[in-house]
């Protein structure tokens, strides 16, 4: 019996009279790839928002590691350790692409809300910040403002800085959107070794992605789950099949 | 936007606490300082140079705020007047309670209570940034500013309260009587309150002040709360404001309701906005430019207020990262060898430009003066020569030159232009 | 009882006067997201229009006349600066509209100096309409309260029946979605901005001959505009009405009761200190409900933002 990493129950949202996320029961192991999938507006990332804290939950549980955490502030989901990745990419576009790693580190490292300690000074720092940029092949970049960087390395440094803190759940929406062919292989091969070891939850539209990096997938449809398995018994399943896929895997397989 | 950060030097080793290369500037800081009262000896200057530093001061700490943290304030005299205040009643009391306190120390406490107040008002003014942190910071300077009338035991009421540094312990042999001996302790404090806010910024809460201003919801799913680093940045500005406004009471030696109020913080605003934002020397060089422009445009006309704010209008619309902007935007065409390319057309430029400004400020002096002058002075005198206001030969003259040297303006605005994107331009990576 | 009457005409009038300046103040906001810092400037721009239209051809034909050309000037100010600095974000569209309320003070100074103007309610209206125990109220207030109602229920009606109305409506409720409407949005914005700066207009024209027209006009009802919306709620016009008849009432109620407070905190029980000029607290035992009037909006807010951060009838948090 493997440990579970995020748990949920009967997670429920809506806005206004919209129900969006209509009674969600999932539960991701510990060290497990997890790929959500669905059908545009299907809730993805409405409950992407909900697990990370952006959004308040209007009804169910959200366990981490069995500590129920709905409606904790992102921050506070944060310092138990799940970091995640935006479907836009947001970073910050005026620091370097240094110094936006090193505010992914900055709190796991211990440093919080310190005004007596010079972050140049902290050589600890400085080396895991040039480790992880060595890790998304970013040191020749180092110097760079994030903002000018290609739409490409935007999202590597992203992914990137969600790593950086060295949380054990790193959640991933939409990794891969507006990359080209290959792009997308660089960007599969950096999410497969950044997250050796890790909880990793993804939204992704490409099945190519999914279906390489994926342990286990989720299909939502309307706001609920429909299948949740490995990828072998997802893609043979009728439900599946009939309500959003079918035709989706045959083409990219 | 961003400034040359020195930390990103690229060494892996641990950096020793100043290098020299870090040091070098602030050295030359401390040794011009201590030499303008050599060059510049007059009364006069030493009282412009204390406005200067206090000034220098103040906009720095504000910038800690508008600059790296990304809180517009329109209240921030608060906390340097409440300073100022306080310092006034410590002042007070050394002379006449016995209070055992030397002089050097007392900006100090007025920092203190700054950040008293800043800690106070922070709870509930750092919850958002943008718009609602700037009526906050509004009301609530309008409310210290309103409420420093009616309460007189604070303040003073409408003449407000004054001191008397002098009547404190000697502190080397010191008594702070002559303006010499003020001028160096507030150089004394700008350097060190300088240095305290430049380390601040390069402290991990000053880099997340940076990281919140420029995207607040990725810095909260980095484990921090975008309200707790608003709040640290906003207290450390109260406290330096405060700084600025305990050297303010000891340079003046009297507080009023004039310290406090939004006149006093739009100002600072506009001196922060006017240097440019986005850099640590932004403040520095926009509190120099600004006093500068103040003490002379208000010794020579009654319209000197037109003018700032007409510059600072055209700054906001045009050069939204100020002076230092300015100075920095030409940092790329120098690296890349092609500055002299720009040298021609910003001459060719300079001459009608000169002309526009002072043809058009002529203008304006003319009619001021020909509606404003009691009857019978038609006479008035600019830049050395005398006429008639309602000439209207003149009148005709100062008009063709200014829309003559606009017009011109305008059409070597191209060739600038042209000459700028030439000098920017880069040869594609092959 | 009689005084209670006038007191609350008056406050009415103090009140509905605001209100012409949240509204368009709220307006703007709503559509652009740009808190319009000038927005009392525009209102001094229409007394000083009105005053000098008045002294050609009386004052009638400026009410109209004044609030058209403040309007003409707000769109303008929208189409070559406001627009300008848009891209550069929020807070330098601030910092503009904060550096423009600096300049037309400026302005109106270099015009018409640093007196007051003599500008006077029109002698048609120059009358004591009622007069109330020995009080009289004057006729012009009567009409001030008649034009605050009338422009107040075409606003209305422009807001609940007409397809303008509908848009402004949705951006009201979904700021961030006007975009999207596949309206022009520019020529929508440089329209509420003239709008909103001439119904500050029309404040300024009406409220000029009995507050007066100065050029700290502008600053004296300024800050009080910023603190009335926020009070009420950013965005809300329903809240915008509301605290602007509560600032408007409290005002003049604190203004015409001089009660001590030293008499109050006696008669609650505190006893009073025995040498009253050594008191740390001698302001508090001194100070009358009259002089702390001028603060009580501000202390409003205050109150308003730690008890209920979205103000009196705001929906999003602020």
Redesign the interface.
Same mark, same amino acid.
């Given at each position: 019996m493997s440990e579970i990493a995020i748990e949920l129950q009967g997670l429920r949202k809506n806005f206004g009279f919209a129900e969006i996320i209509r009674g969600v029961d999932l539960s991701i192991e510990k060290g497990e790839r997890h790929a959500i999938i669905g059908p545009n507006g299907a809730g993805k990332s409405t409950l992407f928002n909900l697990i *990370?804290g952006?959004f308040h939950v209007s009804g169910g549980t959200i366990k981490m590691h069995g500590d129920p955490v709905e409606n904790l502030?992102?921050?506070e989901i /944060?310092?138990r350790g799940l970091?995640?990745s935006?479907q836009i990419t /947001?970073? #910050?576009?005026?620091? *370097?692409v #240094?110094?936006n790693i090193?505010?992914?580190l900055?709190? *796991?490292m211990g440093?919080?809300?310190?005004?007596? *300690?010079?972050?140049?000074?902290?050589?600890g720092l400085?080396?895991r910040t040039?480790e992880i940029l060595e890790q998304i092949n970013m040191s020749d970049r180092? /110097?760079e403002?994030a903002g000018v960087l290609t739409y490409a390395e935007q999202r590597a440094l992203e992914i990137g800085?969600t790593i950086a803190?060295g949380a054990d759940i790193i959640m991933l929406d939409e990794p891969t959107a507006g990359m080209s062919h290959s792009e997308t292989e660089n960007i599969v091969e950096l999410i497969r070794g950044v997250t050796e070891d890790k909880t990793l939850v993804m939204v992704e539209h490409d099945m190519g992605v999914v279906f390489n990096l994926a342990d286990r997938i989720s299909v939502l449809v309307y706001g609920q789950i429909i299948a949740s398995d490995t990828p072998e018994n997802v893609r043979a399943d009728v439900n599946v099949q009939e309500a959003y896929l079918g035709t989706a895997i045959d083409a990219e397989h | 936007m961003s400034v040359v950060k020195q930390d990103s030097a690229g060494s892996r080793i641990a950096n020793p606490l100043i290098t020299v290369s870090q040091f070098a500037p602030w050295f030359v800081v401390i040794v011009f300082l201590s030499l303008l009262p050599v060059i510049f000896t007059s009364g006069a200057a030493l009282t412009i140079m204390n406005q200067m530093a206090i000034t220098i001061i103040f906009a720095l700490a504000y910038n800690m705020l508008l600059g790296q943290g990304g809180m517009l304030s329109f209240g921030h005299a608060v906390y340097m007047g409440l300073g100022g205040f306080f310092c006034v009643h410590l002042m007070n009391m050394i002379e006449y309670d016995g209070l055992w306190l030397p002089l050097p120390l007392l900006p100090f406490f007025g920092g203190l209570f700054g950040l008293v107040f800043a800690l106070i008002i922070g709870t509930f003014s750092t919850r958002r940034a943008g718009t609602v942190f700037a009526m906050i910071s509004l009301g609530v300077g309008e409310l210290i500013a309103a409420s420093s009338i009616i309460v007189v035991v604070f303040f003073g009421g409408e003449e407000g309260i004054s001191g008397d540094r002098t009547m404190g312990p000697e502190t080397f042999g010191l008594d702070f009587a002559s303006q010499l001996e003020v001028y160096y302790l507030t150089a004394f404090w700008l350097v060190i309150s300088a240095l305290a806010m430049y380390l601040f910024s390069r402290t991990p809460v000053g880099r997340m002040a940076n990281a919140v201003r420029d995207n607040e919801e990725r810095a909260e799913f980095l484990g921090y709360s975008q309200r707790n680093v608003r709040f640290i940045s906003f207290c450390a500005s109260g406290f330096f404001a405060g700084i600025a406004g305990g050297i303010f009471a000891i340079n003046f030696e009297i507080l009023t309701e004039e310290n406090l109020n939004l006149a006093t913080s739009g100002s600072i605003l506009l001196i922060t906005f006017l240097g440019g934002v986005g850099f640590f020397v932004g403040p520095i060089i926009g509190a120099i430019v600004f006093t500068f422009l103040q003490t002379v445009l208000s010794l020579y006309t009654e319209i000197w207020q037109l003018y700032l704010g007409t510059l600072f209008l055209l700054t906001v619309m045009f050069f939204p990262f100020g002076l230092t902007g300015l100075i920095a935007m030409h940092m790329r065409p120098y690296q890349l060898g092609k500055i002299s390319l720009l040298v021609k057309p910003y001459l060719r430029m300079a001459i009608p430009g000169i002309v526009c400004v002072l043809s058009f400020s002529s203008l304006l002096e003319i009619a001021f003066h020909a509606k404003h002058a009691a009857i019978g002075e038609e006479h008035m005198s600019l830049f050395g020569f005398g006429f008639n206001s309602y000439n209207i030969l003149l009148w005709l003259v100062v008009l063709v030159l200014s829309i003559g040297s606009g017009w011109l303006c305008k059409r070597l605005a191209v060739g600038v232009r042209e000459a700028w994107d030439e000098a920017n331009f880069v040869e594609p990576r092959s | 009882m009689s005084l209670l009457l006038v007191n609350l005409l008056d406050g009415l009038v103090t009140g509905l006067l605001l209100f012409m300046l949240c509204s368009g103040l709220t307006l703007i906001f709503s559509m652009m997201g740009v808190l319009n810092f000038a927005h009392a400037s525009f209102y001094m721009l229409g007394a000083y229009f009105a005053y000098q239209i008045s002294t050609y051809v009386g004052f009638w034909p400026g009410l109209i006349l004044a609030p058209i050309i403040v309007g003409l000037a707000g769109a303008l100010v929208e189409r070559y600066g406001l627009r300008r600095v848009h891209k550069f974000g929020h807070v330098p569209e601030l910092v503009f509209t904060f550096g423009l309320a600096l300049l037309i003070e400026e302005i109106v100074q270099f015009f018409w100096g640093k007196s007051h103007m003599a500008y006077e309610p029109p002698a048609l209206l120059n009358f004591t309409a009622l007069t109330i125990a020995g009080n009289g109220f004057p006729a012009y207030k009567v009409f001030m309260i008649f034009m605050a109602m009338a422009i107040f229920l075409v606003l209305l009606y422009i807001l609940t029946r007409t397809r303008v109305g509908l848009i402004i409506q949705a951006a009201l409720s979904y700021p961030e979605t006007v975009q999207n409407l596949g309206h022009n949005v520019p020529l929508v914005f440089m329209g509420v901005f003239g709008v909103g700066t001439a119904l500050a207009g029309v404040a300024g024209v009406i409220a000029g001959p009995t507050l007066g027209t100065f050029p700290g006009m502008a600053a004296v009802l300024g800050s009080i505009v910023f603190v009335t919306i926020v009070i009420g709620g950013l965005g809300s016009l329903w809240g915008a009405l509301a605290a602007s008849l509560l600032i408007g009432w409290l005002q003049t109620f604190a203004a015409s009761y001089n009660i001590v407070i030293g008499d109050v905190l006696v008669a609650v029980g505190f006893p009073m200190p025995v040498n009253l000029d050594d008191s740390a607290l001698r302001d508090l035992w001194t100070l009358t409900v009259s002089q702390i009037g001028p603060i009580l909006p501000y202390l409003l807010m205050v109150l308003v933002l730690v008890i209920r951060p979205q103000g009196l009838f705001g929906k999003r948090e602020t």
């Amino acid at each position: 019996m493997s440990e579970i990493a995020i748990e949920l129950q009967g997670l429920r949202k809506n806005f206004g009279f919209a129900e969006i996320i209509r009674g969600v029961d999932l539960s991701i192991e510990k060290g497990e790839r997890h790929a959500i999938i669905g059908p545009n507006g299907a809730g993805k990332s409405t409950l992407f928002n909900l697990i *990370t804290g952006k959004f308040h939950v209007s009804g169910g549980t959200i366990k981490m590691h069995g500590d129920p955490v709905e409606n904790l502030k992102p921050f506070e989901i /944060n310092r138990r350790g799940l970091s995640r990745s935006f479907q836009i990419t /947001n970073i #910050f576009p005026k620091m *370097t692409v #240094f110094e936006n790693i090193r505010c992914g580190l900055l709190w *796991t490292m211990g440093y919080k809300y310190s005004f007596w *300690t010079l972050v140049n000074r902290q050589a600890g720092l400085s080396e895991r910040t040039d480790e992880i940029l060595e890790q998304i092949n970013m040191s020749d970049r180092r /110097n760079e403002l994030a903002g000018v960087l290609t739409y490409a390395e935007q999202r590597a440094l992203e992914i990137g800085i969600t790593i950086a803190g060295g949380a054990d759940i790193i959640m991933l929406d939409e990794p891969t959107a507006g990359m080209s062919h290959s792009e997308t292989e660089n960007i599969v091969e950096l999410i497969r070794g950044v997250t050796e070891d890790k909880t990793l939850v993804m939204v992704e539209h490409d099945m190519g992605v999914v279906f390489n990096l994926a342990d286990r997938i989720s299909v939502l449809v309307y706001g609920q789950i429909i299948a949740s398995d490995t990828p072998e018994n997802v893609r043979a399943d009728v439900n599946v099949q009939e309500a959003y896929l079918g035709t989706a895997i045959d083409a990219e397989h | 936007m961003s400034v040359v950060k020195q930390d990103s030097a690229g060494s892996r080793i641990a950096n020793p606490l100043i290098t020299v290369s870090q040091f070098a500037p602030w050295f030359v800081v401390i040794v011009f300082l201590s030499l303008l009262p050599v060059i510049f000896t007059s009364g006069a200057a030493l009282t412009i140079m204390n406005q200067m530093a206090i000034t220098i001061i103040f906009a720095l700490a504000y910038n800690m705020l508008l600059g790296q943290g990304g809180m517009l304030s329109f209240g921030h005299a608060v906390y340097m007047g409440l300073g100022g205040f306080f310092c006034v009643h410590l002042m007070n009391m050394i002379e006449y309670d016995g209070l055992w306190l030397p002089l050097p120390l007392l900006p100090f406490f007025g920092g203190l209570f700054g950040l008293v107040f800043a800690l106070i008002i922070g709870t509930f003014s750092t919850r958002r940034a943008g718009t609602v942190f700037a009526m906050i910071s509004l009301g609530v300077g309008e409310l210290i500013a309103a409420s420093s009338i009616i309460v007189v035991v604070f303040f003073g009421g409408e003449e407000g309260i004054s001191g008397d540094r002098t009547m404190g312990p000697e502190t080397f042999g010191l008594d702070f009587a002559s303006q010499l001996e003020v001028y160096y302790l507030t150089a004394f404090w700008l350097v060190i309150s300088a240095l305290a806010m430049y380390l601040f910024s390069r402290t991990p809460v000053g880099r997340m002040a940076n990281a919140v201003r420029d995207n607040e919801e990725r810095a909260e799913f980095l484990g921090y709360s975008q309200r707790n680093v608003r709040f640290i940045s906003f207290c450390a500005s109260g406290f330096f404001a405060g700084i600025a406004g305990g050297i303010f009471a000891i340079n003046f030696e009297i507080l009023t309701e004039e310290n406090l109020n939004l006149a006093t913080s739009g100002s600072i605003l506009l001196i922060t906005f006017l240097g440019g934002v986005g850099f640590f020397v932004g403040p520095i060089i926009g509190a120099i430019v600004f006093t500068f422009l103040q003490t002379v445009l208000s010794l020579y006309t009654e319209i000197w207020q037109l003018y700032l704010g007409t510059l600072f209008l055209l700054t906001v619309m045009f050069f939204p990262f100020g002076l230092t902007g300015l100075i920095a935007m030409h940092m790329r065409p120098y690296q890349l060898g092609k500055i002299s390319l720009l040298v021609k057309p910003y001459l060719r430029m300079a001459i009608p430009g000169i002309v526009c400004v002072l043809s058009f400020s002529s203008l304006l002096e003319i009619a001021f003066h020909a509606k404003h002058a009691a009857i019978g002075e038609e006479h008035m005198s600019l830049f050395g020569f005398g006429f008639n206001s309602y000439n209207i030969l003149l009148w005709l003259v100062v008009l063709v030159l200014s829309i003559g040297s606009g017009w011109l303006c305008k059409r070597l605005a191209v060739g600038v232009r042209e000459a700028w994107d030439e000098a920017n331009f880069v040869e594609p990576r092959s | 009882m009689s005084l209670l009457l006038v007191n609350l005409l008056d406050g009415l009038v103090t009140g509905l006067l605001l209100f012409m300046l949240c509204s368009g103040l709220t307006l703007i906001f709503s559509m652009m997201g740009v808190l319009n810092f000038a927005h009392a400037s525009f209102y001094m721009l229409g007394a000083y229009f009105a005053y000098q239209i008045s002294t050609y051809v009386g004052f009638w034909p400026g009410l109209i006349l004044a609030p058209i050309i403040v309007g003409l000037a707000g769109a303008l100010v929208e189409r070559y600066g406001l627009r300008r600095v848009h891209k550069f974000g929020h807070v330098p569209e601030l910092v503009f509209t904060f550096g423009l309320a600096l300049l037309i003070e400026e302005i109106v100074q270099f015009f018409w100096g640093k007196s007051h103007m003599a500008y006077e309610p029109p002698a048609l209206l120059n009358f004591t309409a009622l007069t109330i125990a020995g009080n009289g109220f004057p006729a012009y207030k009567v009409f001030m309260i008649f034009m605050a109602m009338a422009i107040f229920l075409v606003l209305l009606y422009i807001l609940t029946r007409t397809r303008v109305g509908l848009i402004i409506q949705a951006a009201l409720s979904y700021p961030e979605t006007v975009q999207n409407l596949g309206h022009n949005v520019p020529l929508v914005f440089m329209g509420v901005f003239g709008v909103g700066t001439a119904l500050a207009g029309v404040a300024g024209v009406i409220a000029g001959p009995t507050l007066g027209t100065f050029p700290g006009m502008a600053a004296v009802l300024g800050s009080i505009v910023f603190v009335t919306i926020v009070i009420g709620g950013l965005g809300s016009l329903w809240g915008a009405l509301a605290a602007s008849l509560l600032i408007g009432w409290l005002q003049t109620f604190a203004a015409s009761y001089n009660i001590v407070i030293g008499d109050v905190l006696v008669a609650v029980g505190f006893p009073m200190p025995v040498n009253l000029d050594d008191s740390a607290l001698r302001d508090l035992w001194t100070l009358t409900v009259s002089q702390i009037g001028p603060i009580l909006p501000y202390l409003l807010m205050v109150l308003v933002l730690v008890i209920r951060p979205q103000g009196l009838f705001g929906k999003r948090e602020t």
